[in-house]
């Protein structure tokens, strides 16, 4: 599997607590971007273990997809 670069150009929404599966002892953060890969714009949910990761989120944050 290759994976390619990505880059955040708008965050959609704030940083969010999802604990759908906490009675399995699974929580994280998670928050909504539109990223450019390549010319292509398209959007994605990122997750995070910690809120001080998702907090990171910016424009021009990068990622691997």
């Known amino acids: 599997m290759n994976v ?3 880059v955040v150009t ?7 607590f999802n604990d759908k599966y906490a009675e399995d002892g699974v ?3 998670e928050i909504d971007v539109e990223y450019d890969c ?3 714009i398209s ?3 990122l997750t995070f ?3 001080n ?3 990171e989120v910016k424009v021009g944050y ?3 997809t």
């Open 4 to 6: 390619v670069d990505a």
């Open 10 to 16: 708008k965050v959609l929404s704030a940083p969010r």
């Open 27 to 29: 929580t994280w953060w």
């Open 38 to 40: 390549y010319g292509r």
């Open 43 to 45: 959007t994605r949910t």
């Open 49 to 51: 273990k910690a809120r």
């Open 53 to 55: 990761e998702a907090d």
């Open 62 to 64: 990068q990622f691997l």
